[in-house]
């Protein structure tokens, strides 16, 4: 392993090196039942040393269900934390989102008791003290502390500045395992209403805040040194599908530039994660626009290959989220080549309507569905089962110059290879509304709904982004749903309640959503 | 009538003189099919005798459905005009809000074609060409046109900036019926990403644009001289259940601030409109909190009570919405009083993410109905019925430090006083989700859901928000689906679809939503 610079190289508070101790002997600060701030965004800067050695505890002394604490992060971090503690019941309330196997089996198994916000609102409703008045214990991975005690974060900003405001006693895990972050950060903790500030940002790289995050040193209760790296995502692999659906989009973007309603370069781009994001970098990358800007919440690996394309003038985004490996390695081996061009923020920033509206950002996100009227599922599979949660999509998608969503037109099913629409009459769960999004995508097409009124975008989205195998069977139902409001004068957004939901219940029982026919006979009233 | 000038007097532009003509004179300019953009916003500052003069003459003419316009308005206008334009077949397009028994019956049967949008989106998006490249003929009401041409609003300003930036070719109808409303309005054009700038309110009272819109003078084809005034709506009756939510209001009001976690002035309020919208101003024109600041869309005539009670300091809002009488006269006689402590802006200020984020607003809004999960339907009755928008309760609910939304726990049925029940199992319309809102309130109590996962929500909504007649039934349904949901480890937020709108259709036939059973034995797949 690199030399990346000393413990005291790195804790620029001498008194602080008094509190080095290691991530067992701090096991001792933890009381069940306590809320946790972690630094961490999509695994990307959040601590481990400290967890891990709580996990190891837990398992070794079988404390399972006996030391559950609250845990309040940025977003998801890495499966040997969370995801581990939540294999050790170690979790009661978690906010606002996760990762794992194992958490979301507790959550949906009712064990663990998620909540799930826009980020933005979580980080600023964090601070107002809104989920709880006070953290009992933060743990921060730092890169370095400097002599005035401020905390120089590692490879995300997430919400530091919101668990700062509430912490009661902190704990430091300063990573000297990798080079230090220093530089690449744009912190700030923003002031409480009435006393808030513009956020000046009007260019993608902007600055409005501090290299580091103030902090009292007085509430730093131990200094741990990890070696520990990120346990980022490896890539998502690009298919048939993603590739359409990124062909679509950059013909759209031509088309935009060329009715004058988008600049040459652009608009500053959000990209969500997963195949189809990659594919829409990939075609980025080779295609014709240059000088481009990301304002984002997550970097990935794929933004790598857009910088070295020479297309991306520069990305500012919350985390830094490469894989462990080839990503990380590679960006530390080409520093020079990437650190100028990227800013780290705090979601208070990277996910604030204000500069998300004033920059004009595309944004681009993969729901698990969509209706005939453009209202987006992002969370929930079949409307009850929780994946991730919404994360910073409604901040974008409400926020944005444009909203586009996107995703196959069809999943498989057990039994059938088409069995499973993303195009349904009603959404099960609704994260996204039809106010909310401009234009949706599959690899059947894209469907511009602007200015569109809902039966007219309900006939647009069925004949250019659902699948041919559900065209005819959205239209049955399109057709008699208008057909039986309209005569009643009820039909502005047409629905037939006693059978929105059958295509769901169809995969329940017979393995696939095409439905056979749409007549009932069902009494629900007794 | 009072004189307030002469047209002479209100157009300083001496070269528009000779373009004035009579309302009867401008139809030549109006062919079938036209985009129209007219200033107005919430029956304030619409034009009044140019639509009223063009739908005399379709009248008369027999030329219903012949002559059908797309209308592009800040929000609802004085049903003497978009009512009437609706009863005489000549609306086409209509975005984004309405208000109007003609025009809903048109939209509801399929011949309005209605798009609704956040009012802070549709303006931004019509002003960047999304609705339609051009607005064919711009309608205005002003109280004066300057020597520079630019044009002073009256008692809105609404989405003038956004026509004027598309408009072919204007119409100004010049207001002399009432006095000059000129100082009161904070008038700005925005530019297009990426040239937008900072919208620098941090206080209530903070003015960051003009007096007046520029306009080219060279686009005015016609000013019309107008006497008419705003039809405004009358006050809405407050009654016990109005009275008692507000009084839930007051106390979570006066407990926050005693928390610590709003000031002693609380934080500018925004107030939708309604009974019990007029309640909670009332509540807060007897109550302990004194210096409020309002910033918000539509201010009516409960606020001159404000202001008299000597609580309310300022107020900025997006029109000036009192009514016909006994609002504008009160006002009027007592211009000096209030007219200093108001201004007026567009609707791309007023229902900005940007200052409603940053000065912390506390949004307080009424939807038809919320679900146990806290999403909630703000437009469609029984989920396919449009009644008037969203408005701009997403913008300041999504944006708020506190997001409040209170109704009624149940509405008479046609034949049971408490047939239908507020709270239902699932929202049949979402236009605000679980991701939202902070605050429920009925007549039967305040749920604080900050910080609750989505199945202690529930449990909290059907104790405290729910009528006593729903709540065994309510809870019925929610132990049936968390029993069968959690079993499966599908269990977040749980829901039956094959019987989630049991309530709605029981409605329907039983005229209550009064479920008596649960059970279903339906096999809907074939």
């Keep these: 392993m690199s030399d990346y610079g000393s413990l005291a190289s790195r804790v620029r508070r001498k008194s602080l090196l008094d509190k080095v101790r290691s991530a067992e002997d701090c096991i ?5 039942g306590m809320d946790l ?9 959040y601590p481990k040393a400290v967890p891990i050695a709580l996990a190891d505890y837990v398992e070794k002394n079988n404390l399972q269900g006996k030391m559950k604490f609250n845990l309040f992060i940025g977003a998801s971090v890495g499966a040997e934390t969370e995801n581990r503690w939540a294999e050790l019941d170690m979790i009661d309330r978690r906010w606002p989102y996760q990762t794992g196997k194992n958490i979301a089996k507790g959550i949906n198994e009712g064990r663990i008791r998620m909540g799930d916000k826009h980020l933005s609102l979580f980080a600023q409703d964090l601070g107002y003290g809104f989920y709880t008045p006070k953290i009992d214990i933060a743990i921060i991975e730092v890169s370095a502390v400097n002599a005035d005690g401020s905390l120089v974060p590692t490879t995300s900003c997430g919400v530091i500045g919101e668990i700062l405001m509430i912490a009661d006693k902190i704990i430091l895990e300063v990573n000297t395992g ?7 950060h744009d912190c700030l903790i923003p002031r409480n209403p009435p006393h808030r500030e513009p956020l000046l940002i009007c260019k993608a790289d902007d600055r409005i805040g501090s290299s580091a995050f103030p902090c009292d040193p007085d509430k730093i209760i131990a200094v741990v040194e990890s070696k520990y790296r990120d346990k980022g995502r490896a890539f998502a692999e690009m298919d048939d599908t993603s590739e359409a659906i990124a062909g679509h989009i ?41 000088n481009l800007n990301v304002f984002t919440e997550v970097l990935q690996d794929t933004m790598l290959d857009l910088f070295d394309s020479g297309k991306l003038r520069f990305a500012s985004s919350c985390s830094l989220s490469l894989s462990e490996t080839p990503g990380f390695p590679r960006f530390f081996d080409n520093w020079d080549k990437y650190a100028d061009k990227i800013v780290l923020r705090p979601l208070s920033i990277s996910n604030a309507p204000e500069p998300i509206r004033r920059l004009g950002c595309i944004a681009m996100n993969t729901p698990v569905e969509f209706d005939i009227y453009a209202h987006a599922n992002s969370t929930l599979v079949g409307g009850t089962r929780m994946i991730n949660g919404i994360g910073g999509s409604g901040d974008f998608l409400r926020n944005a110059y444009l909203s586009i969503m996107h ?11 088409t069995g499973i629409t993303c195009v349904v009459p009603k959404a099960p769960h609704i994260d996204h509304t039809e106010h909310d999004l401009d234009v949706l995508v599959t690899e059947q097409g894209l469907a511009d709904l602007r200015g569109l009124a809902p039966k007219d975008r309900a006939q647009k989205l069925i004949n250019v982004c659902a699948h041919p195998d559900y065209r005819p069977i959205l239209q049955d139902y399109f057709d008699r749903a208008c057909k039986e409001t309209l005569s009643k004068g009820v039909g502005h957004e047409p629905q037939l309640f006693d059978r929105c939901f059958k295509m769901q219940q169809n995969l329940a029982v017979n393995g696939t959503m095409k439905v056979k026919n749409w007549d009932i006979e069902v009494n629900l009233c007794e």
């Design 28 to 32: 001792e600060f933890f009381k069940p």
């Design 37 to 45: 701030g972690w630094s961490g965004f999509t695994p990307a800067g």
């Design 178 to 184: 990798q080079p230090s972050f220093e530089g690449m």
């Design 250 to 290: 950059m013909q759209f973007f031509a088309d935009e530039v060329k009715a004058g309603r988008l600049p040459e370069n652009l608009l500053p781009l959000q990209s969500g994660v997963g195949s189809i994001a990659n594919a829409v970098v990939g075609g980025l990358a080779k295609g014709p626009f240059s």
């Design 407 to 417: 995703t196959p037109s069809v999943r498989p099913s057990k039994t059938d290879p």
